[in-house]
């Protein structure tokens, strides 16, 4: 499996390669522009043909985008899911331009904010259709949650029940959170519980649309609907729990990437990658 972490882009797009190559990193993770604000990527062709060419040269991949987190499908105001339709699409716009140098994009399914959930479903079923509607090559990866709040995605059986309402369209798939997991009451500590989290991926959603995990460790406790990631192995999920699913058949050929806060609190660093290779039982460069 590639081990890799979520990058900055300072700098320029292509800055991200050399980030994740000095972390060890054998794929990533990045934002095409200001999670946090409604702005649309801006890139250059030369930074597009440099960041494909680099992360080709540098052997990283498969490697991956996360939309905006403004973005809000199952929001009951017009305006907030027609500029998270358009934020949608837009980014996935920018992930076909990048191809095969981007694998997918990561989008969060949304918060019902006080809707019955049928109702919230419904209007990520209707976003999520006027956005696969443009035709887009990429995959669109729905990333599960810790559940708190209204905000859906934290069961997998409700994503694959989006998925089943939008034909099961091959281009969605899943990304798999392993805090916002353990948050929303899957005990991913023990092998029963990795099995149960994985046997209700393949029944609802199918293993074969799981593209990516993020690696977190969780600063909360088992089903406490929160979201708060840890550096590997200092969570509540210990470096036991990352063992069994690393080592898991199942996962052996997923995509992981960190998203933890780092030791120096500055995001991924060497040390979670070293981490996540050791407890998946892969020796240090050096011995190989």
Same mark, same amino acid.
């Given at each position: 499996?590639?081990?890799?972490?979520?990058?900055?882009?300072?700098?320029?797009?292509?800055?991200?390669?050399?980030?994740?190559?000095?972390?060890?990193?054998?794929?990533?993770?990045?934002?095409?522009?200001?999670?946090?604000?409604?702005?649309?990527?801006?890139?250059?062709?030369?930074?597009?043909?440099?960041?494909?060419?680099?992360?080709?040269?540098?052997?990283?991949?498969?490697?991956?985008?996360?939309?905006?987190?403004?973005?809000?499908?199952?929001?009951?105001?017009?305006?907030? +899911?027609?500029?998270?339709?358009?934020? #949608?699409?837009?980014? !996935?716009?920018?992930?076909? *331009? =990048? @191809?095969?140098? /981007? $694998?997918?994009?990561?989008?969060?399914?949304?918060?019902?904010?006080?809707?019955?959930?049928?109702?919230?479903?419904?209007?990520?079923?209707?976003?999520?259709?006027?956005?696969?509607?443009?035709?887009?090559?990429?995959?669109?990866?729905?990333?599960?949650?810790?559940?708190?709040?209204?905000?859906?995605?934290? +069961?997998?059986?409700?994503?694959?029940? #989006?998925?089943?309402? !939008?034909?099961?369209?091959? *281009? =969605? @798939?899943?990304? /798999? $959170?392993?805090?916002?997991?353990?948050?929303?009451?899957?005990?991913?500590?023990?092998?029963?519980?990795?099995?149960?989290?994985?046997?209700?991926?393949?029944?609802?959603?199918?293993?074969?649309?799981?593209?990516?995990?993020?690696?977190?460790?969780?600063?909360?406790?088992?089903?406490?609907?929160?979201?708060?990631?840890?550096?590997?192995?200092?969570? #509540?999920?210990?470096?036991?729990?990352?063992?069994?699913? =690393?080592?898991?058949?199942?996962?052996?050929?997923?995509?992981?990437?960190?998203?933890?806060?780092?030791?120096?609190?500055?995001?991924?660093?060497?040390?979670?990658?070293?981490?996540?290779?050791?407890?998946?039982?892969?020796?240090?460069?050096?011995?190989?």
């Amino acid at each position: 499996m590639p081990i890799g972490a979520h990058v900055s882009t300072t700098g320029g797009l292509s800055s991200s390669v050399g980030r994740a190559q000095a972390l060890g990193a054998e794929c990533l993770q990045l934002f095409l522009c200001t999670p946090q604000r409604w702005q649309a990527p801006r890139h250059t062709d030369q930074e597009i043909e440099a960041f494909g060419r680099l992360a080709g040269e540098a052997g990283l991949g498969p490697n991956f985008a996360h939309a905006a987190y403004l973005i809000n499908l199952a929001s009951d105001n017009p305006h907030i +899911r027609d500029r998270s339709v358009e934020s #949608l699409a837009t980014c !996935l716009e920018w992930v076909d *331009r =990048l @191809g095969p140098a /981007l $694998d997918g994009l990561v989008v969060h399914v949304g918060s019902g904010k006080g809707q019955p959930i049928d109702e919230a479903e419904s209007l990520v079923v209707a976003g999520l259709e006027a956005v696969l509607r443009h035709g887009f090559r990429s995959r669109l990866l729905l990333e599960n949650s810790a559940g708190s709040g209204d905000t859906l995605g934290a +069961r997998f059986e409700q994503i694959g029940r #989006l998925i089943d309402r !939008l034909d099961r369209d091959a *281009r =969605l @798939g899943l990304c /798999l $959170d392993t805090a916002h997991t353990f948050a929303s009451g899957y005990d991913v500590r023990t092998d029963q519980g990795v099995c149960e989290a994985l046997d209700e991926i393949e029944r609802t959603i199918g293993l074969d649309r799981l593209r990516l995990i993020h690696a977190n460790d969780s600063k909360v406790g088992l089903g406490s609907a929160v979201d708060r990631h840890e550096n590997i192995g200092q969570g #509540l999920i210990g470096e036991d729990g990352f063992a069994k699913m =690393l080592q898991h058949p199942a996962l052996s050929s997923v995509a992981w990437v960190l998203e933890v806060p780092g030791y120096d609190n500055k995001g991924a660093d060497v040390q979670n990658v070293q981490t996540l290779k050791r407890l998946a039982g892969r020796a240090p460069a050096g011995d190989q």
